[in-house]
């Protein structure tokens, strides 16, 4: 069985799909790739759509975090990820959407880059920070009903996608906000996180 993800360091995408890898205790091989081979070889090789990751194994490619997430999960059964009832699959996958689609994307480099391009990247960064925080601010009643993790009683994927984009929303500047704090500390304690996200 050979894994192979092709990342980038920074790549908030890159990284909720090496935490899962993590996780299940996969072995696994990362290939960084550069900006210059987004916009050429792997674009045309890998990944159409020009983002990382990509993940290629058994001889299939697949994209976007949460496909592949999905597969490793059902690959790779042991130590779920995406929970163990029907509603709690559903619970994940809304926070898991919502974080991809509805906090990410607007706030993604390529994104911002097209819609203001006039835009120093000083403003550029307070603008992603204040829309992180903001969209985090108003998921968090849907956010730890049941326990110290983010869906139901158990760690999960939920916990990989909020944990990651409140990393990009402190690298952006945002200011520390307590309850998300307290999850990455709970994580932390866990021994969840990987050493590379600490």
């Known amino acids: 069985m050979t894994i192979t993800l092709y990342s980038?360091?920074?790549?908030?995408?890159?990284e909720r799909v090496e935490w899962v890898l993590s996780h299940k205790a996969l072995e696994w091989e990362r290939v960084e790739v550069s900006n210059e081979a987004l916009k050429t070889t792997y674009?045309?090789?890998?990944?159409?759509?020009?983002?990382?990751?990509a993940l290629v194994h058994e001889g299939h490619t697949l994209v976007?975090?949460?496909a592949i997430i999905e597969y490793l999960e059902e690959c790779f059964p042991?130590?779920?990820?995406?929970?163990?009832?029907?509603?709690?699959?559903a619970e994940i996958?809304?926070?898991?959407?919502?974080?991809?689609?509805?906090?990410?994307s607007p706030q993604n480099r390529t994104v911002l880059k097209f819609l203001r391009p006039d835009l120093a990247e000083a403003d550029k960064k307070q603008l992603r920070a204040g829309w992180i925080g903001g969209q985090l601010q108003a998921m968090t009643p849907l956010l730890w009903r049941k326990s110290a993790f983010c869906c139901g009683l158990s760690f999960s994927a939920a916990d990989v996608f909020v944990a990651t984009i409140y990393r990009k929303y402190l690298q952006h500047g945002g200011e520390p906000i307590d309850r998300f704090e307290s999850h990455r500390i709970h994580l932390a304690h866990k021994g969840l996180i990987p050493d590379f996200l600490l």
């Open 93 to 104: 996958r809304a926070i898991c959407s919502h974080v991809g689609s509805t906090i990410h």
């Open 8 to 14: 980038a360091l920074g790549s908030n995408s890159s």
């Open 78 to 89: 042991e130590k779920p990820v995406l929970g163990s009832s029907s509603s709690e699959r």
């Open 43 to 53: 674009r045309n090789q890998i990944n159409p759509f020009g983002f990382v990751p």
């Open 64 to 66: 976007e975090s949460m």
